[in-house]
């Protein structure tokens, strides 16, 4: 077995992590749970034990094998250096490192096989190019990328549990007359949408929409992909939707892509027009599948390379925690 520790255990990702590796039955001989000095002392259930969670230092890697970070990414540049240092791999779930040359960026259904370049640091994708690519990864590998056009349907999880609990208590508010404070979003997430996510960057983009650009390119190794995104938080609780249009080198049919999707690990086609079954959040959440329906011909084009397609899967395990354990899997 392996000695694991999870950094920023008591947060939503972390929490997710702690369960995954145990529904998983991860080889785990010991396991070291780490926040911040607030959470030390308490404890979370593993395998049906109390392990106390301890506050993270500088010497908390000393005999650990596999270190699952999801504590934001000052904190991960601060301890990448003591974590490799003990030894420990450092799965890293911020965007510190994502885009380093010497860090693999992973999704195991994706691009496995970069694990095997890493120095001691394994990226963990965005969480919508995660879902995004689980399903345009075998299409791709199949008829040949070109472009992709996206607009995200972002649950309120993405901010974490703080944002999952604003959309809750904002909704009661709103529905009893009172005054809304926003705090985790930028204006009112109950009963509207907010058209951005993240910070802007010169060119009118979000930083969250230019990941979903760099990280595909970096794990599809399509250096010239095109990307075009709008990323838009909507009040759903934890997962992702996003509405796409891709076009291919070749043609490809509804019907090829469908059988694709059907074959393709780590994704479900959902794609039922019998009984207007298509993939929706409710049914993606606590799912390790990423749905993916209404696959339909583009008929902008007159041609048979542009494809559109629905996908959703819940940002806190396909996004985060399971795509981090499923890299601990590949070790
Ligand atoms: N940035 C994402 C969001 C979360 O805000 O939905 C995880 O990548």
Redesign the pocket.
Known sequence: GFNVAVAGATGAVGVEMVKTLEKRNFPVKNLKLLASARSAGKTMKFKGEDVVIEEMTHDSFKGVDIALFSAGGDISREYRPFVVESGAVMIDNSSAFRMDDDVPLVVPEVNAEDIKLHKGVIANP???TAIMLVAVAPLHRAKGLRRIVAATY??A???GAKGMHELIVQAREVLDGKAVNPVAFAHQIAFNLIPH??AFKENGYTK?ELKMLNESRKMLHLPELLVSCTCV?IPVLRA?SEALNLEFENDITPEEARAIIEAAPGVQLVDDPADKRYPMPLDATEKYDVLCGRIRQDISRNDKRGLDIFVSGD?VLK??ALNAVQIAELL
């Open positions: 965005n969480c919508t972002q649950a999880s993405g901010a996510i993240d969250e938080r992702h940002q996004g985060a």
